[in-house]
């Protein structure tokens, strides 16, 4: 029983790194990488202090797809982050669900 319990923890995990890997994948696919890093400062902000900024506000999702798509400034500085029209909504709800689930 131990043994099976081990093996579910194990492909749990995987599931959830491949994941966290295939989120970053689009991430990266959608041009957000060129800005973003998930745990440094680079042109925007780190997706993990953003993630600690929006920490238990149930209206984060909304809100930052909506600056995701239509881009946003004056949020984290004077440096502007422009529209992303070319990444389709369900992508976008993807991104920022895994930027809010990083800590």
Do not use: F, R
């Amino acid at each position: 029983m131990k043994a099976v319990w081990i093996g579910v923890v194990a492909a749990s995990t995987l599931l959830l790194i491949g994941t966290a890997q295939a989120n970053q994948g689009l991430a990266q696919s959608s041009g957000c990488m060129a800005c973003h890093t998930v745990d440094k400062k680079l042109v925007g902000p780190a997706y993990k202090d953003i993630a600690a900024k929006y920490k238990g506000d149930s209206a984060a999702a909304a809100s930052l797809a909506e600056k995701v798509k239509k881009g946003t400034k004056g949020t984290w500085g004077p440096i502007p982050m422009p529209p992303n029209a070319n990444v389709s909504d369900e992508s976008i709800k993807t991104l920022v669900k895994w930027i809010l689930s990083l800590k």
